[in-house]
């Protein structure tokens, strides 16, 4: 089961990121809580989210468009990150977010888990073909998705070896190189 958990937006994460002992603090215990969350196979995705003023809203009506430059009013309807579980209920992931770290130190944080629909429960609904499209482009995105982690890897693998070679050589070049000659004194 597929559940995005949000972390409810607060004045303060409106103002943006104020670092502080207690931010530290925050992102020390957060680390901690996310590491048991992928070691036992619920995170799939998170992201903190910036203030709504960096955000816009497109409102549909009477078939046009109206853009909405944030920030926006009622805080208490923000969000200010998010995570994106796998779990087997919705009894699991209220037990995983009750050992969530407080997201907002310093202030009451508020977590909201929504469960995702699957494509099954819309079989009844949605034509067949359409069914077997959106299948094809969740296989494709699974298909980015791995291959975009593959060139992460590689990267950081490529990274680290040149930064041990560029290492290694400088250590090389410290042993033969010679030491400065002082200046002799002009008479």
């Known amino acids: 089961m597929k559940v995005l958990v949000f972390v409810k937006a607060t004045p303060n994460s409106e103002q943006g990121i104020k670092p502080g002992p207690e931010?530290?603090?925050?992102?020390?215990?957060?680390?901690?809580?996310?590491?048991?969350?992928?070691?036992?196979?619920?995170?799939?995705e998170a992201d903190g989210l910036k203030p709504s003023s960096a955000g816009k809203r497109i409102q549909f009506k009477d078939g046009h468009t109206l853009?909405?430059?944030?920030?926006?009013?009622?805080?208490?309807?923000?969000?200010?990150?998010?995570?994106?579980?796998?779990?087997?209920?919705?009894?699991?992931?209220?037990?995983?977010?009750?050992?969530?770290?407080?997201p907002m130190p310093g202030e009451e944080g508020m977590l909201e888990i929504r469960p995702c629909y699957s494509l099954e429960e819309f079989e009844e609904f949605v034509p067949k073909e359409e069914v077997a499209h959106e299948l094809e482009l969740r296989k494709q995105i699974s298909r980015q998705t791995s291959d975009k982690g593959k060139r992460w890897a590689d990267a950081g693998r490529k990274a680290a070896k040149a930064k041990a070679k560029a290492k290694a050589k400088g250590k090389a070049k410290g042993v033969a190189k010679r030491r400065p000659s002082r200046a002799k004194a002009k008479k």
Request: proline fraction near 3%; charge should be negative; charged fraction near 25%.
């Open 23 to 44: 931010l530290d603090n925050m992102f020390i215990e957060m680390g901690k809580f996310n590491e048991q969350l992928i070691k036992a196979g619920i995170m799939q």
């Open 67 to 102: 853009v909405i430059d944030g920030p926006f009013a009622e805080t208490k309807e923000l969000v200010a990150g998010y995570w994106v579980w796998n779990v087997k209920s919705m009894d699991e992931a209220v037990e995983w977010a009750r050992r969530c770290p407080n």
